[in-house]
């Protein structure tokens, strides 16, 4: 395909221009652009508006097919070079280059291909940076699954854009996402970008939009125990799923990171431009500023987002994400932009492998999570895998519920307790020594305590009932446990036969409230299948006849329904 004077003019003064009004054949590639130029060059006198002759200076110079140098005064604008492909044009005697990009791979057909250039989307000068000239695909070739080819400016006013690296995106809600990163030059560079449909993204865009309630906790380092008996593991999340499900959570989490999520920050950056932790940098020296939780930061050769420290005030070790330059190595110093806090890099750096979506993957039922990041303890399931900060995989207990419904708020009491023979365990346990104090804050215990006993009872449905002197169970809202011993409140152990013996029975109240909805329930780690005994009573206004049964608790959790039969 030839180029015709109703395509492009030239002027005297050596601009290259694409005429909006002519036959509009093109697009062309640079060779095409180059023979045209020849074209006029040897004509022996110049017509129209294209202003070359062989009195001109020699207007283009051909190194390859795919390599074209502008000399002299020539040159082409922004809006030319969006009609052209297949090759590379240096002009400006080099102190500008539009590099030629190929993007080959699958996708689907309403995918608009990102180009970020310096951490920002690629501007051309001439089209909204969310609205960029390729549109859904240009000069693509089907057959040679050629997805897109296209010129972008990497070198102006005598210097590289960001090295001339890009990183070419794909983010099409409903999809899966890919990214490429490259480095432009002369001639033509490539990139591959694959997806599809996501068939656990499936819940439309602006259903997941309302979904407000799922929230990032903690942006930046945060230590969680997911009680895996591995203790504190440290994260750079921890992520709040609320009521929905853990799908639910990743497909809010591609909401955020979508094309076009501009203003739905994470950790400070757009969505869109978010990718989660690119390194991990180990630090000394810390000035004495504190840093933020997370911040951009910059050193000589390179930017950031700093989007984890493990001591804000003495850090170690530093996590970003990388935007501009080079990853920060040898002897550096690192400098907060927000807080104005520095460090010096203390020569070792990882490189940290991402997830096209930063929360990871989903299965449709469980979680693989990326590196580093962080889910609240109780919204995780066994099935879920996540990765600490340190890079070893995490895998939760099974947490398992056991709910009572069938209740009346405000005159049912309901308790659940170990089963004995379809009656309470009143020796489940034992105290050890005796307690007659006046500030007891810990109840001793001869055996060990279940592994299944929910973490607290303080604020939750459940509780341990110590026998005392008096022939009373007295309940108590326990802190924590550990081991033998349960964490408790002050408590007055000094009255008269309010002692607790050596040997008194002890016994774990799973749920042990005065029912305030219409049902009831405790979760906790499942250990193995135990027999729980029910017991709902209401002897007030209304009065039913005492419901008992036995109830399993497996590790699909478990239930039971009180049955109401009238007393009065």
């Not at 089209?127 to 240009?138: E, M």
């Not at 400098?335 to 890099?345: I, L, N, P, Q, Y």
Request: charged share 20%; net charge negative.
């Amino acid at each position: 395909m030839a180029i015709t004077a109703a395509d492009v003019s030239v002027a005297a003064n050596g601009d290259i221009r694409w005429e909006a009004g002519g036959a509009g054949d093109g697009p062309y590639t640079v060779l095409e652009l180059h023979r045209f130029l020849q074209g006029l060059a040897d004509d022996s006198v110049a017509s129209g508006d294209d202003l070359l002759d062989i009195t001109s200076g020699t207007p283009s110079e051909r190194s390859t097919d795919n390599i074209i140098t502008l000399l002299g005064n020539y040159n082409v604008d922004a809006e030319m070079v969006q009609h052209l492909y297949d090759g590379s044009i240096t002009q400006n005697g080099g102190d500008e280059i539009y590099s030629g990009l190929v993007v080959v791979g699958s996708v689907n057909l309403a995918t608009t291909l990102m180009i970020i250039q310096s951490n920002a989307l690629y501007d051309d000068g001439v089209h909204t940076p969310s609205s960029p000239f390729w549109g859904t695909g240009l000069n693509s070739d089907a057959a040679n699954n050629i997805l897109m080819r296209c010129m972008i400016l990497t070198r102006t006013a005598g210097s590289d854009i960001d090295s001339k690296k890009l990183r070419i995106q794909a983010r099409e809600y409903e999809d899966t996402y890919a990214e490429f990163s490259v480095t432009m030059g002369l001639g033509n560079s490539t990139a591959a970008i694959f997806t599809g449909n996501d068939l656990n993204n499936t819940t439309a865009a602006a259903t997941v939009a309302t979904w407000t309630t799922i929230t990032n906790e903690t942006e930046g380092w945060v230590e969680l125990d997911l009680d895996n008996g591995n203790g504190d593991k440290e994260y750079y999340s921890e992520w709040n799923r609320d009521s929905y499900t853990i799908n639910q959570l990743y497909e809010r989490a591609k909401w955020l990171q979508r094309r076009g999520a501009t203003t739905d920050d994470l950790y400070g950056l757009d969505g869109e431009l978010f990718r989660g932790i690119t390194h991990q940098v180990e630090v000394t020296n810390q000035s004495a500023t504190d840093w933020s939780p997370y911040e951009p930061v910059s050193w000589t050769g390179g930017t950031g987002q700093m989007l984890a420290v493990d001591d804000l005030n003495a850090a170690n070790t530093m996590w970003i994400q990388l935007l501009t330059g080079v990853p920060p190595s040898g002897s550096l110093e690192i400098t907060g932009d927000t807080s104005g806090a520095t460090v010096d890099t203390n020569t070792t750096v990882t490189s940290r492998t991402l997830s096209p979506c930063f929360l990871g993957q989903s299965t449709g039922s469980a979680l693989i999570g990326a590196y580093g990041i962080g889910v609240e303890v109780l919204d995780l399931s066994q099935n879920d895998k996540i990765f600490a900060l340190d890079n070893s995989q995490q895998n939760p207990p099974n947490i398992v519920t056991f709910t009572v419904s069938g209740v009346v708020s405000g005159e049912d009491y309901v308790l659940v307790a170990n089963d004995s023979s379809s009656d309470i365990d009143y020796d489940q346990l034992s105290k050890d020594g005796t307690e007659t104090g006046s500030s007891v804050t810990s109840i001793l215990c001869v055996e060990d305590i279940p592994a299944d006993t929910p973490a607290s009872g303080s604020g939750t449905n459940s509780s341990i009932r110590v026998l005392l002197d008096n022939g009373i169970y007295k309940k108590i809202d326990y802190i924590s446990w550990s081991g033998k011993t349960f964490t408790i409140p002050s408590t007055d152990f000094s009255g008269a036969g309010e002692g607790i013996a050596n040997g008194a029975n002890i016994f774990i109240g799973y749920i042990d409230v005065a029912a305030d909805a219409t049902s009831e329930a405790f979760a906790t780690k499942y250990d193995s299948s135990r027999t729980l005994f029910v017991r709902v009573r209401d002897g007030g206004a209304s009065p039913i006849k005492t419901f008992e049964s036995p109830s399993a608790l497996g590790s699909a959790g478990g239930g039971s329904t009180a049955i109401r039969t009238s007393d009065a």
